[in-house]
C-alpha cells in the first residue's frame, strides 16, 4: 500500500503542468521597442524570472523568451518586469555569509526587476532564494539599489548598513515627510510600497501599483475527522519467540487543522498544522514460548497520543471549483501517560510493563478538495516507534487514514 500511495502521489505531480498555472493575456517589448501582445504563463513567480514562456495565440506552439531579447513583458493587470542592466550588491543578503565589509560591493548584471510602483518615482523588486533587494529611480534618473546591507563587526556580532533611509530623505522630498517618518521605515515590500504611493500622492501623480488585487484565501481552519486502519509489532531482542504481531485495528480520530496558503505560484503552496487525536488497542496470545511460565505469552498495547503533523501541501486545480492536493508532513507525537505495552503470562500475571516512548514519523498523502469547503484525503503514516527508551524492546506503529474535511472559513 505505501508503495502504490507513493506512485500514485509521484504521477500526480507529473502533471503539474495542467493546474491553475496557465497563459493569460500579456505582453513583451522586444529589442526593437515593439510590443507583442501575448498570452504568457503566469507563474506567479517567487523569484524574479530569468526567462519566460509564452504563446502568441491560443493555438500557437509554448515560445521561451529570455533578457537577451526582451526589453519588458507583464500580464496584465497583475504583474510587470522589465530588464535592464544595474549595479546590485548581493553581499549583505545571506546571514551565514557575510563580510567585514560595511559598504556596497557592486557588480554589474542585467536583470528582470519586478514593478512595484510606477509614478514619478519607481519603486521594483528583485527576489533571489534568501536574497531581496529592493531598487528605485528618482524621476527620470538610473535604476539605483536601495541599501540595507548586513556586515561583520566580528566574530558574533553583526552590523546593518541601513543606507535607504537617507537615499529616501535625500531623493524622495516631500513638505508632509519628516525625518522621524523616514526612521521609521523598515526594509520591506509593503513599507516602501507605502512610502512610494504616499510620495506619488503628494507630488498628485498618476500612480499604477502592480500589487496583485486578487483575493487569496490566505487562512483555513479545517476539522478533520478520520478512519484509522492501524497495525503494530513488538520486537524482543531478549528471545525470538517472544516476537509479537499484534496485527491491524480499525479505529477513529479528529483532528482540527490550520492552512496557510503561500502568496506565490497562484496559490498552489501551503503549509499546515493539524494537531489530532487518536488510539491503539490490541492484546495477542502466544503459545509455546519459552522461558515464559506456562508456555503462554500475552501482549497487549493501549496507546493514545496527539499527533501533530507539519505538512507542505502542493494543490493541483482542476477548475475554478475543484483540485487534487498532495503533502508530505513531519510528524510529531506526544503520546498519553497511561500508553504501555503488557507482557502477561497464561495467568494474567504481568511478566512486564514497557511505556511508550515515541518518536517522530514521516506521512504522505493524496486528496480532493471541492468549493474550498468539503475535502477528503488518503494518508499513509510511515513506522513508528513506541518503545524507544528500550534497548532489549522494539514496537512499531503504522497508520492508513481516510480523512474527510469540513473548512470552517
Not at 108 to 133: A, C, H, Q
Not at 245 to 269: C, R, T, V
Not at 288 to 296: K, L, T
Request: glycine share 4%; net charge neutral; aromatic share 12%.
Amino acid at each position: 500500500m505505501k508503495n502504490q500511495l507513493l506512485f500514485l502521489i509521484a504521477a500526480i505531480l507529473s502533471l503539474n503542468g495542467y493546474s491553475q498555472i496557465s497563459f493569460e493575456n500579456g505582453y513583451y517589448i522586444d529589442n526593437n521597442n515593439q510590443k507583442i501582445d501575448c498570452l504568457i504563463k503566469n507563474m506567479d513567480w517567487l523569484n524574479n524570472p530569468t526567462e519566460f514562456e509564452y504563446k502568441l495565440s491560443e493555438n500557437s506552439e509554448p515560445q521561451i523568451a529570455t533578457a537577451a531579447s526582451v526589453k519588458e513583458f507583464g500580464v496584465n493587470n497583475l504583474s510587470k518586469y522589465i530588464n535592464r542592466t544595474v549595479n546590485i550588491d548581493r553581499t549583505g543578503g545571506v546571514l551565514n555569509n557575510l563580510g567585514y565589509e560595511k559598504n556596497p560591493v557592486f557588480n554589474k548584471e542585467t536583470l528582470f526587476l519586478k514593478v512595484l510602483v510606477e509614478s514619478k518615482s519607481n519603486l521594483y523588486e528583485y527576489i533571489d532564494g534568501n536574497l531581496r533587494i529592493y531598487f528605485y529611480t528618482k524621476e527620470d534618473s538610473n535604476i539605483e539599489q536601495l541599501i540595507s546591507k548586513n556586515y561583520k563587526i566580528s566574530d558574533g556580532k553583526i552590523g546593518k548598513n541601513n543606507s535607504f533611509r537617507q537615499q529616501l530623505w535625500n531623493d524622495l522630498k516631500c513638505p508632509n515627510f519628516k525625518l522621524s517618518k523616514i526612521e521609521r521605515i523598515n526594509y520591506n515590500k509593503n513599507e516602501l510600497v507605502k512610502f512610494f504611493t504616499e510620495y506619488s500622492q503628494c507630488h498628485n501623480d498618476e500612480l499604477i501599483d502592480f500589487e496583485p488585487k486578487q483575493k487569496r484565501d490566505a487562512f483555513n481552519l479545517t476539522i478533520r475527522p478520520r478512519l484509522n486502519n492501524s497495525s503494530s509489532a513488538v520486537t524482543s531482542a531478549v528471545s525470538y519467540s517472544r516476537n509479537t504481531n499484534l496485527g491491524s485495528k480499525m479505529g477513529f480520530g479528529a483532528g482540527l487543522e490550520a492552512e496557510i496558503i503561500l502568496p506565490f505560484n497562484k496559490n498552489k503552496w501551503a503549509i499546515a498544522l493539524e494537531p489530532t487525536y487518536q488510539s491503539f488497542k490490541s492484546e495477542k496470545t502466544i503459545n509455546n514460548v519459552s522461558n515464559v511460565s506456562g508456555g503462554i505469552l500475552i501482549t497487549s498495547i493501549d496507546y493514545s497520543s496527539i499527533e501533530v503533523p507539519l505538512s507542505l501541501r502542493h494543490y493541483l486545480f482542476l477548475n475554478k471549483d475543484s483540485k487534487l492536493f498532495i503533502n508530505a508532513s513531519y510528524v510529531f507525537d506526544f503520546n498519553s501517560k497511561s500508553s504501555y505495552v503488557e507482557l502477561r503470562r497464561a495467568d494474567n500475571s504481568i511478566l512486564n510493563t514497557l511505556e511508550v516512548k515515541t518518536s517522530y514519523n514521516l506521512a504522505f498523502g493524496i486528496g480532493y478538495k471541492l468549493y474550498d469547503t468539503y475535502s477528503v484525503e488518503m494518508r499513509y503514516l510511515t513506522s513508528r516507534e513506541l518503545l524507544g527508551g528500550y534497548n532489549s524492546w522494539s514496537a512499531d506503529y503504522k497508520t492508513l487514514s481516510i480523512i474527510l474535511g469540513y473548512s470552517l472559513f
